[in-house]
């Protein structure tokens, strides 16, 4: 265990970061996502709350609907299956399909 730690590979903090960097990058999801995730994977708590408050996730759901934003509902059905809030999708969805 000591050796692991020396090692860096029990440590929570930098697996946390890691793993949200990794969706951020690679397969965007929204916080109540990336909570989930973590709490399947052991990990919750503070630590997790404390990497979720720096996500913009705006900027994430904006990359997420890259290549899925055909129309209105889909493109919000799909954030929704991302684990985005509707305070997030409804200023990106307004963005993207504009009124009028």
Known sequence: MAKLKRQKLLDDQEFIVWWVDQRA?????GKRALRFELRQKGVSGPSVETVLAGL???KLAKKALKNHARSYRQAGRFLVQRGF???VIRPVLEEIFPKG
């Open 85 to 87: 809030g509707w305070s």
């Open 25 to 29: 990058r690679f397969r965007p999801r």
């Open 56 to 58: 913009d996730e705006l």
